[in-house]
């Protein structure tokens, strides 16, 4: 399966949850953004107990080859493009950063540096929510996938969704 094959299976897999972006999002092939609001309250919904808002920001990245200079310019764009679009408020739980590299090819010290990139962010400590920065890669040649910690769950998903349509091919 080529890179843009990938790429179009990951964001279908998105498109029923979320609002997809493809258009202006360089260096990015696409963004996608997942927001929830839930409230809850007791018999009536003017006696409200609590709400809650999260968001989620996903960029998608594709690459030829994925180098340690390459991975550094889309972590850092990612997290920072994320974060501005963050509004954090007393009923703000958290918005997340997540990007999703597909490569033919990663090199090892790019391989090596994913585990290592971290970024957080808590908002007047916490009480105006956090956000946290997972990263997801997958060496389309090879089939290997790596992420950083929190990024594990995004890992398996997208190894599962590109596993899964080329096992249908």
Do not use: C
């Not at 029923?16 to 009536?44: C, N, V």
């Not at 009480?127 to 389309?140: D, K, M, P």
């Not at 996938?145 to 890992?155: F, L, V």
């Amino acid at each position: 399966m080529d890179r843009t094959e990938a790429l179009e299976k990951l964001i279908t897999a998105f498109e029923a949850y979320y609002d997809i972006k493809r258009e202006g999002t360089e260096p990015f092939a696409a963004e996608a953004e997942f927001s929830l609001h839930d409230e809850q309250y007791f018999l009536i919904k003017s006696a409200r107990i609590s709400e809650v808002d999260t968001k989620e920001f996903v960029y998608f990245a594709s690459v030829e080859t994925l180098d340690a200079e390459t991975l550094a310019s889309l972590d850092e764009a990612a997290w920072e493009r994320g974060i501005a679009r963050v509004q954090p408020h007393a009923d703000h739980r958290n918005s997340d950063v997540i990007l999703y590299i597909l490569a033919d090819h990663v090199e090892p010290e790019a391989m090596a540096q994913i585990k290592k990139l971290r970024h957080y962010k808590s908002y007047r400590h916490g009480f105006h929510g956090w956000s946290h920065y997972r990263l997801a890669v997958i060496e389309l040649s090879s089939g290997k996938t790596a992420s950083n910690r929190q990024g594990r769950d995004q890992e398996k998903l997208v190894n599962n969704i590109i596993r899964n349509s080329s096992e249908q091919h």
